[in-house]
């Protein structure tokens, strides 16, 4: 009985002195460590412009590096496939498109779900895009587009950022809205389709402001209109695309930062509480909006219902347009 008596104490001892380590462990701050930030795109474009305008100020807020990593690939899916199965941690982010809830409807068989294997955490700004032309083709306008492209049916090809990309729908809704048809080619980023375009590969895209407007300033691309249905303050001489022969025609890019689903809710809050001190900062905003950018910050919750409404908005265009799945 003494023996077993001292192996019963021995125990509780030991078990006493363990549970201080336990709750510290518990209690660890976060972050304590690096937290990777992936961008669906190659460097330079509108995603990355954003995501890193957020990665310098949040390491600040955070005390740990934030890294901006761009993983390129599958019309944004490798990013977004990496970050689903991550360990829900907090320590991989991604700052994802629209192209993120595009893709759900347009594949049948991922190895991952794009809207449930993800916890919203904040949106972040929206883009409009440019209808570019490479200068060699004879037209100007929209109107003048339009009517190229129904005298040479499928003669004409658009390039985008990869097939599901916003690119991508962003052009197949103009060509359905105008009924006309042309060419797809994808390609793994917006900044490689753009390259091709300017050195007349192909011949037309919508791409997003951030990345194209350069081209533009230099006369590389001609801008026909712009996306959305007011026109830009930035830009006033481009023209809606609404306005420039189809009205009604709208599309932009969003932006919005997700980590994978399970991440904690008091990690959740403490990204989405520091990434919204860092969206209403002036200067923040100010850089952003000289690119055309709008930033608009949200609740987790808030950003999980733009998340869910687009899922259906982009869902229902891809039936109608009757793309085919992949």
Known sequence: ????????????????????????AQSTPYPTRSVHLL???????????????LSAPLALALGQPVIA??????????????????????????MATNSQVINASLHKSLRFDPIHDFSTISF????PYLL????????NSVKGL????????????????????GTHLAFEL????????????????????????AGGQVQMMMSNLINCISYVRAKRLVALGISTLKPSPLYPQIPTVAASGLPGFSAEAWYGVLAPSGVPKE???????????????????????????QVEGSTPEAFATVFHDESLKWSRLTRSLALPLQ
Not at 71 to 94: C, F, I, Q
Not at 124 to 127: F, I, P, T, Y
Not at 149 to 163: M, T, V, Y
């Open 69 to 94: 990593d761009n993983r390129p690939g599958a019309g944004t899916l490798l990013a977004a496939e990496l970050t689903a199965k991550a360990p829900p941690d907090g320590y991989l982010l991604l």
């Open 174 to 197: 103009f060509l359905a809205m105008a009924h006309i048809k042309a060419s797809h080619v994808p390609y793994k980023s917006g900044s490689a389709a753009l390259v091709d375009l």
């Open 132 to 139: 570019v032309i490479h200068p060699g083709l004879p037209v």
């Open 39 to 53: 961008i669906p795109a190659g460097a330079g474009g509108g995603v990355d412009t954003v995501a890193r305008s």
């Open 267 to 293: 990690i959740l809050y403490r990204l989405n509480q520091e990434i919204n001190r860092i969206l209403n900062k002036p200067d923040l905003r100010e850089r952003l909006a000289t690119q055309g950018a």
């Open 1 to 24: 009985m003494d023996h077993a008596f001292f192996g019963f104490r021995q125990a509780l001892g030991l078990l006493i002195l363990s549970i201080p380590f336990t709750l510290a």
């Open 146 to 165: 339009i009517l190229l492209a129904q005298q040479k049916p499928g003669a004409l090809d658009f390039s985008s950022a990869g097939s599901g990309s």
């Open 124 to 127: 972040v700004a929206r883009l």
